[in-house]
């Protein structure tokens, strides 16, 4: 590894310009930044009415051991209502065990293939299934 003094890796501020320099290279971060951060299509998410539930068999359980056929739903999210636009922060907050994480999850597309979700997810308007 190279030996570099500490004024190449601090960043610095000159002539109304951020940049940074980086083994003897100056970098323009405000150039770095639309180039790899620019959005040409901004998406616009919203679910409506998310309800999402999963069905669990007791199993070990010794007020069951006669039934295996006894079912519970359990609900994990009920009636959520939201929106995530461009260039707002959005926070989900919430007590453990909450379903801030399920929820996370149903919008990101990776879930449990148990469970069963039912109202709307869109994307500038469109409906994803």
């Known amino acids: 590894m190279p030996n570099r003094n500490a004024d190449e890796r601090r960043p610095f501020v000159a002539d109304d310009e951020i940049a940074v320099t980086y ?19 901004p998406l616009t998410m919203s679910w409506q009415q998310l309800n999402v539930t999963i069905d669990i068999i007791p199993r070990n359980n010794k007020w069951f051991k006669k039934s295996k056929n006894v079912l519970f739903t359990k609900q994990l999210l009920a009636n959520l209502n939201g929106h995530a636009v461009p ?43």
């Open 23 to 41: 083994d003897s290279t100056k970098v323009d971060i405000a150039t770095v930044a639309d180039d790899h951060l620019a959005v040409d299509h």
């Open 87 to 129: 260039g707002k922060i959005v926070a989900i907050m919430g007590s453990s065990g909450a379903g801030k994480t399920t929820l996370l999850g149903i919008l990101s597309g990776r879930f449990n293939k148990h469970l069963k979700i039912s109202g709307t997810i869109s994307l500038n308007g469109l409906r994803v299934d």
